[in-house]
């Protein structure tokens, strides 16, 4: 009964750093990295591995830098190695650990594409690309297929990336959005 009343609790952590996603979303890039550094602090490097992943994740859109970013992805990636489908569940009964990691290669190719390293770009977009069977037919699912899509296009010679300067990590001159819709784990 207490483990189930435990479970049923909701996660500070995940709640926090959902908070500073708010910021963000709303503007206020500066305010929502200065929380997500306080609790990456609190958290620290070898803290729970769901909130280091969450948080890398939505701490890379907030970077000025695309090798910040990069840095920030990479260690999203780093900690979500690290989870089980267990950790997950605890927090989205629905959610396999598996199903993070398009998203998160997708992510790394956009980086690498700003940095200009396009064979690692299209390393990351072929584990992308690889790992979309996990995915469900939803509206999360759809996004980040069609986010690898474009991508995978614009890295054939069809367009240019273009960096967006934080409104969206993959924006384009027309306002199509390039980049997967956000889902927290």
């Known amino acids: 009964m207490a483990e189930q009343q435990e479970q049923a609790a ?6 926090r750093i959902g908070q500073a996603v708010m910021l963000h979303h709303a503007g206020d890039r500066e305010e929502a990295r200065g929380r997500f550094l306080d609790l990456w602090g609190e958290i620290g490097e070898g803290g729970d591995a769901l909130h280091r992943c969450t948080l890398a994740h939505y701490m890379a859109d907030t970077q000025d830098d695309p090798a910040d970013e990069l840095a920030w992805d990479l260690r999203a990636l780093s900690a979500a190695e690290e989870l089980t489908d267990d950790r997950i569940a605890e927090r989205h009964q629905s959610l396999a650990v598996r199903a993070i990691y398009p998203s998160l290669h997708l992510n790394l190719a956009a980086d690498y594409v700003k940095l200009g390293r396009s064979e690692a770009a299209r390393t990351h ?20 297929r069609a986010a ?11 367009g240019n990336p273009v960096e967006t300067g934080g409104a969206d990590r993959f924006g384009s001159p027309g306002g199509e959005t390039l980049g997967p819709p956000r889902q927290r784990p």
């Open 10 to 15: 909701p996660d500070a952590m995940m709640t």
């Open 125 to 144: 977009l072929r584990r992308a690309r690889g790992a979309v069977g996990v995915l469900g037919d939803d509206r999360y699912g759809d996004g980040v």
């Open 148 to 158: 690898i899509g474009r991508l995978e296009l614009r890295l054939k010679g069809t």
